[in-house]
């Protein structure tokens, strides 16, 4: 059996034989010509060369079909790793009783089956609080890891090839929970939010939280100000003054290291506003403050190093045995790109953070809308209304620079789909192309960005 790692951590464990068979109906589905080519079936046994060659073609034939927008897109190959999660972790489907959290702390119980999708149990949630299906498209669930002082530290947004009830109790750890918060950057979609009363109190309850966690900066006289309101219960008025607040709406992450302006730099890396901010400690000591904006990133990758034993099933590979790593290439000056390095456990939730800011910029510069209608269930089955579903993304553009090899977008959902470990590589320059989401936000950069 091959390991699918996903985003570091062990998904599932599938034969040649279920791959092949994913590989077949995704050629009866979308044609011979859409599919990437299969490792092809050996009459003999196998030689430890040809093993890892094989090993090697379906970690490049998985991650081919995920970036492939259409295919990684479908439903065959999303349940296909939703099955496998579930038969891996041998995990019945039943009836079960999931906690969700929310941001005060306040926790949801949702009586859902272990099959579950991600967007299932989101739907659940929602329903269970009232909150109206043209607002769901507004929140997402994410997997948390709570820390010692009661906060917690964002490890990934659930996707639709996993299912939470699995995704959370495989890693047999009580410290992984799955917190319901905001999925947008543009605060002005709060005023979609605040039309409602359980939007509203979502709101409200997540800027508290962010503001008590000093993810969002306060000064005195704000503190007063917030207080009075508070005590008022002027929730509106609340969130109003907090989006005129330094670091509202921005994702915190935990102090991790950087190479810029120099190697080995502690950093605390915040996102929000289409931008990455840096409150780097120099070696001397001195912090400096700066941002990276996303529509200047001309591409990003991660890469991670995932550990080569394989351990039971539901373990989970410790801080550190992973190293992962995000790297954008940046336009510093008219004529200069210059890469920077993240070294963060949360390099693929940092990764998801930017791909989800360029998708929402490229929406509102289409004229789209993210409000998405969700459905009712219709005997047992999610449907999903048509009428009224976010903007696509535009069609890829090719690189602006002719000599470099054009990037491909891939999906920020699956940011590495590993078989067993992903190039161990520390350098920019030795990654295969493919390696890299091209950003297509970089495209329209005009000189006024500059």
């Known amino acids: 059996a091959y390991n699918i790692h996903v985003n570091g951590v062990l998904h599932c464990r599938v034969r040649y034989s279920q791959l092949l068979g994913l590989h077949e109906q995704l050629r009866k589905e979308y044609g011979a010509n859409v599919v990437p080519a299969f490792p092809p079936k050996k009459i003999f046994t196998l030689t430890p060369a040809e093993v890892e060659q094989r090993r090697e073609q379906l970690e490049k034939y998985m991650q081919a079909v995920r970036q492939d927008p259409t295919l990684g897109g479908s439903e065959t190959f999303n349940s296909f790793l939703r099955r496998a999660q579930q038969e891996t972790q041998q995990i019945p489907t039943e009836e079960v009783v999931l906690e969700v959290l929310l941001s005060n702390g306040q926790k949801v119980k949702v009586t859902i089956l272990t099959s579950d999708q991600t967007e299932d149990v989101l739907e659940a949630v929602a329903s269970k609080l009232d909150l109206p299906d043209d607002l769901v498209g507004y929140f997402s669930l994410f997997l948390v890891r709570e820390t010692k002082d009661g906060g917690f530290s964002f ?23 799955i917190i319901l918060r905001k999925s947008y950057w543009d605060s002005s979609y709060d005023d979609d939010v605040m039309e409602h009363r359980v939007g509203l109190n979502l709101l409200y309850a997540q800027t508290v939280s962010d503001i008590e966690h000093g993810w969002i900066l306060v000064n005195k006289e704000q503190h007063r100000q917030l207080k009075s309101l508070q005590e008022k219960v002027s929730k509106k008025e609340f969130i109003r003054l907090a989006q005129t607040l330094k670091y509202y709406g921005y994702l915190k992450f935990d102090p991790c290291v950087t190479d810029f302006p120099e190697k080995g730099c502690h950093v605390v890396v915040s996102a929000g506003n289409n931008e990455l901010n840096f ?4 070696p001397s000591e001195q912090i400096k403050e700066g941002s990276f904006k996303v529509t200047r990133m001309r591409c990003w990758r991660v890469t991670s190093s995932v550990p080569m034993s394989n351990g039971p099933a539901g373990s989970s590979p410790g801080k ?3 190293k992962l790593e995000l790297a954008f290439e940046y336009l510093m000056s008219k004529d200069r790109l210059q890469w920077v390095t993240i070294t963060s456990p949360q390099a693929i939730m940092l990764s998801i953070c930017l791909q989800s800011m360029v998708d929402e910029l490229m929406v509102k510069k289409s004229g789209g809308s993210i409000r998405k209608m969700f459905r009712r269930r219709v005997n047992g089955a999610l449907r999903r209304s048509d009428s009224q579903q976010a903007v696509k993304s535009p069609p890829l553009l090719d690189s602006p620079d002719a ?11 699956l940011t590495s789909v590993s078989l067993r470990g992903i190039s161990h ?22 000189d006024e960005d500059l």
């Open 155 to 177: 490890v990934r947004k659930l996707q639709e090839f996993e299912l939470p009830y699995v995704s959370v109790t495989s890693l047999h750890n009580p410290e992984f929970r």
């Open 279 to 282: 409150q780097v400690r120099l």
């Open 320 to 322: 550190s045995e992973v």
């Open 403 to 413: 000599s470099r090899e054009p990037m491909a977008k891939l999906s920020s959902k």
């Open 425 to 446: 590589s520390s350098s920019a320059n030795d990654v295969a192309a493919n390696d890299f989401h091209g950003n297509y936000a970089f495209e329209g950069i005009g």
